[in-house]
């Protein structure tokens, strides 16, 4: 008797960048620029003659997705439009994670994993986007008063 090989499911992490205006496009660009190609990298844009909603697009996003790809939606703003629109999702959908406080450090981190991002890394992912957010003024100037400092 021939032994059946288990089917092993392939996951891919879906990613959803959502935001007002062209950001999430840029965004997306950004991602394009650094890494190449990004299938998995979704955008949705609201704008002030928008025939779809945002949430309509995440919907029509979420039903093309394999039920197994895990899904991250990121946003611009909490607390702000896009944001709490799409918070409605999380009752339909258990695969969606949301995750506001988009940047290009937090996009590109979580469009390279390849596999289900566990809380942890996710955490981490989040630390290290807000890490780079810097007054570079006060960084140079620190780092000219040590200099300094050391003479």
Same mark, same amino acid.
């Given at each position: 008797?021939?032994?059946?090989?288990?089917?092993?499911?392939?996951?891919?992490?879906?990613?959803?960048?959502?935001?007002?205006?062209?950001?999430?496009?840029?965004?997306?660009?950004?991602?394009? !620029?650094?890494?190449?190609?990004?299938?998995?990298?979704?955008? /949705?844009? %609201? *704008?002030?003659?928008?025939?779809?909603?945002? /949430?309509?697009? %995440?919907?029509? /996003? /979420?039903?093309?997705?394999?039920?197994? #790809?895990?899904?991250?939606? !990121?946003?611009?703003?909490?607390?702000?439009?896009?944001?709490? *629109?799409?918070?409605?999702?999380? *009752?339909?959908?258990?695969?969606? $994670?949301?995750?506001?406080?988009?940047? %290009?450090?937090?996009?590109?981190?979580?469009?390279?994993?390849?596999?289900?991002?566990?809380?942890?890394?996710?955490?981490?992912?989040?630390? $290290?986007?807000?890490?780079?957010?810097? #007054?570079?003024?006060?960084?140079?100037?620190?780092?000219?008063?040590?200099?300094? #400092?050391?003479?």
């Amino acid at each position: 008797m021939v032994k059946q090989r288990e089917r092993k499911v392939m996951r891919m992490n879906q990613i959803i960048l959502a935001s007002h205006g062209g950001l999430a496009a840029g965004m997306r660009s950004t991602l394009e !620029l650094i890494v190449g190609e990004v299938p998995h990298v979704h955008v /949705l844009s %609201a *704008t002030r003659d928008e025939t779809e909603s945002v /949430l309509e697009g %995440a919907r029509r /996003l /979420l039903e093309s997705f394999a039920p197994e #790809d895990p899904v991250y939606i !990121l946003t611009d703003l909490l607390n702000g439009s896009v944001n709490n *629109t799409l918070l409605a999702l999380l *009752t339909e959908c258990p695969q969606v $994670q949301i995750v506001c406080g988009m940047n %290009a450090c937090l996009a590109l981190n979580m469009a390279a994993e390849d596999g289900p991002i566990s809380s942890e890394l996710l955490e981490a992912f989040i630390r $290290q986007a807000q890490e780079q957010i810097a #007054d570079c003024n006060k960084l140079l100037q620190n780092a000219a008063e040590n200099e300094e #400092d050391d003479l």
